[in-house]
């Protein structure tokens, strides 16, 4: 199944963000062994110059290393794993804020409004 | 960085209609590259030009520095929009065919694709179906290891999974020392598998940018942008 | 390349030129056959005081078989010659064109392969059409014996006696030689003669493709006349050989020595002609539709 991408972000970007959501979430476990270029951009659907370019993003982040024989695997190194984490964590909250502001809302709103926990059945989410 | 394809001031007239304008383009190596634009701007003749199927008017056509000739055509694979193998031959003559005149075919890697679609190697062309034929045309090109691939319209007219498969193709064989120059009007569904874009108009390039570079500028898609340039 | 180039070209020609050449041979057997049959048949209701009738109907039905079988085989000749056409045709001006210009391989072998085997497969259809006559007419002329004697004995005197007396005024073997290189020539040159306005009939006709090229190879042919005609009439009154009668032998071979040779050089031209006049079209202005 190719992956989604939107339309107003290079898509050597939206690689980066799915695969390092993949690795944050557990589904490529740390140290496991990355798929080939070749075949990643199969399965994305890519370019694989593209899938290249963001595998290589992935290296600078620390979330992905290459070994000469073994190709790519995912990180052992725990700290890049929840630095990224950390990272994208505080970025999905900024955004979040941003877009509860819009609508009106102060921070504590906000906060209380967490406090009360998930939204109830039938209300609906508002996705961006 | 080194160059594939080198076109300098080059005109191709049909009698009164001027198909290509005065057209310069460089395409560097190892790139996937869309040629883009509507039914009629110019797209067949270009790459039919580069193949050494139709004679320029005025112009310089340069590939690896070579002018087109049988040099030049033993660096490019190219994919015709029509079926232009043999009715009464066999799969198997086709890939003896190819064999035999293309040092850089991988028999294996077609042997390979065919069984894939199931195709036996004992038919003949006039037995399978047009859409059949067009795979096999296309697991045919891709099967060489060719500098330069010109596909043109490899996606139009098939269903949608027809175009994954051919789009995995292509991914799947493409190796990142050769450019492969894809024509297409179908924009949304290369997009995501180009490093460039040409947009050709009327014979005459208009734009010729990356794709990333466009969504970072932009922040819109090659699709959009397409709809926008070529506006009715 | 050539080499490939050929091959696969033989192969593409074998595939409908083999079955009609084994057909031309069987039905040459089948029409002796017929033939001998109807001659026995003739003769035995002869000496039975048949019918005088029947005896005409049945000798009718043999001589109309003798056309027939001429015609078939003249039509054969043609066939041929109309699938080698239809090949090149195909290979250049249809679809196939994709293929085949887009192969890395020179102008001069694509267009020299076409020859060759052109060449090749006419030939091979000569040599059945002879082997055909010959075995209808030993075998089919007689009802003495299962061979015809007369025929035979022809044959052999054409060796024994024929060659011999000629080789008293003329080199034979050369002239063997000479004839051979020069048909061969002719055959080369009316081959790219028909290539060409194949070629010329593809460039002028958007449509109708293979009407032009039939025109075009009249109006062509009418050239090749008129350059023939000069050519020999300069060549012949060069040589002195304006007023030659052919009555003595003397006189025919003198003929076959200076005259005939000069047909070589007519047919080494043309062919050398229309040759590079194809593999310019392809160079300097294809453009496949």
Redesign the interface.
């Known amino acids: 199944m190719?992956w989604q991408?939107n339309?107003?972000?290079?898509?050597?970007q939206q690689i980066v963000d799915e695969i390092e959501m993949r690795i944050l979430n557990g589904t490529y476990e740390m140290g496991m062994r990355l798929p080939s270029v070749?075949d990643l951009?199969?399965m994305?659907?890519?370019?694989?110059?593209?899938m290249?370019r963001a595998l290589a993003e992935l290296e600078e982040m620390g979330l992905v290393t290459t070994q000469r024989n073994t190709g790519r695997t995912v990180t052992t190194d725990e700290t890049s794993v929840s630095r990224a984490r950390d990272s994208k964590a505080d970025l999905l909250v900024e955004t979040f804020m941003m877009q509860m502001k819009a609508l009106g809302l102060s921070r504590k709103e906000v906060l209380d409004r967490l406090a009360k926990g998930e939204p109830k059945e039938g209300e609906h989410a508002v996705n961006s | 960085m080194q160059s594939i394809l080198e076109v300098r001031a080059l005109s191709k007239r049909y009698g009164s209609t001027l198909a290509l304008n005065n057209v310069d383009l460089t395409l560097p190596k190892?790139?996937?590259i869309g040629l883009l634009g509507p039914n009629g701007s110019g797209k067949t003749t270009l790459l039919k030009i580069v193949a050494g199927l139709l004679t320029p008017t005025n112009g310089i056509v340069l590939v690896d520095n070579q002018p087109v000739g049988e040099g030049t055509k033993a660096l490019i694979s190219y994919l015709p929009e029509r079926t232009y193998l043999p009715d009464w031959m066999t799969v198997d003559d086709c890939l003896d065919y190819f064999a035999d005149f293309y040092a850089d075919f991988d028999m294996a890697r077609a042997r390979e694709m065919l069984t894939r679609l199931n195709v036996p190697a004992n038919k003949r062309m006039k037995q399978l179906s047009k859409g059949t034929r067009e795979k096999m045309q296309l697991v045919l090109v891709m099967s060489r290891r060719a500098k330069l691939y010109l596909l043109d319209e490899p996606i139009g007219g098939v269903d949608p999974a027809t175009r994954?498969y051919i789009?995995?193709t292509i991914?799947?064989n493409?190796d990142?020392e050769a450019t492969i120059l894809i024509s297409t009007h179908l924009i949304a569904d290369v997009e995501?598998?180009?490093?460039e874009f040409l947009f050709l108009k009327e014979g005459v390039i208009t734009m010729h940018d990356t794709?990333?570079n466009v969504?970072?500028t932009q922040?819109?898609?090659l699709?959009?942008l397409f709809r926008e340039v070529f506006r009715c | 390349m050539l080499k490939k180039l050929m091959k696969h070209d033989f192969r593409a020609l074998s595939r409908t030129l083999f079955p009609l050449q084994i057909g031309i041979l069987g039905g040459g057997l089948v029409a002796t056959l017929l033939t001998v049959l109807t001659i026995r048949i003739g003769e035995n209701t002869a000496r039975s005081d048949g019918s005088a009738l029947l005896r005409a109907l049945i000798m009718g039905v043999s001589a109309t078989m003798s056309v027939l079988i001429g015609i078939a085989i003249m039509a054969s000749a043609l066939v041929t010659l109309l699938l080698i056409c239809y090949h090149f045709y195909r290979s250049f001006m249809g679809d196939e064109g994709y293929l085949t210009f887009t192969l890395p391989v020179s102008t001069d072998k694509l267009i020299l392969s076409k020859l060759f085997t052109g060449m090749i497969w006419t030939l091979i259809n000569a040599v059945v059409i002879v082997v055909t006559l010959l075995i209808f007419s030993v075998f089919g002329t007689t009802s003495n014996s299962i061979a015809n004697m007369d025929v035979l004995k022809a044959i052999r005197m054409f060796f024994t006696d024929v060659l011999p007396q000629a080789a008293q005024y003329v080199n034979v073997p050369l002239m063997i030689i000479e004839t051979i290189v020069i048909g061969i020539l002719g055959l080369a040159a009316q081959m790219l003669e028909i290539y060409f306005a194949i070629v010329v009939g593809g460039q002028v006709a958007k449509k109708h493709k293979v009407l032009a090229a039939i025109g075009m190879y009249l109006l062509i042919n009418m050239g090749v006349g008129i350059i023939t005609t000069t050519f020999m009439s300069i060549v012949t009154f060069g040589e002195g050989l304006a007023n030659i009668a052919f009555d003595t032998v003397q006189e025919v071979s003198r003929f076959m020595t200076s005259a005939f040779g000069w047909y070589g050089v007519l047919f080494a031209g043309l062919a050398v002609l229309f040759f590079f006049l194809i593999r310019s079209i392809f160079k300097k202005n294809l453009n496949l539709q």
């Open positions: 190719a991408f339309s107003n972000r290079p898509i050597y070749r951009a199969v994305a659907a890519v370019n694989p110059n593209t290249q | 190892g790139k996937i994954d789009l995995d991914i799947g493409y990142n995501k598998v180009l490093d794709t990333d969504r970072e922040g819109k898609s699709d959009e």
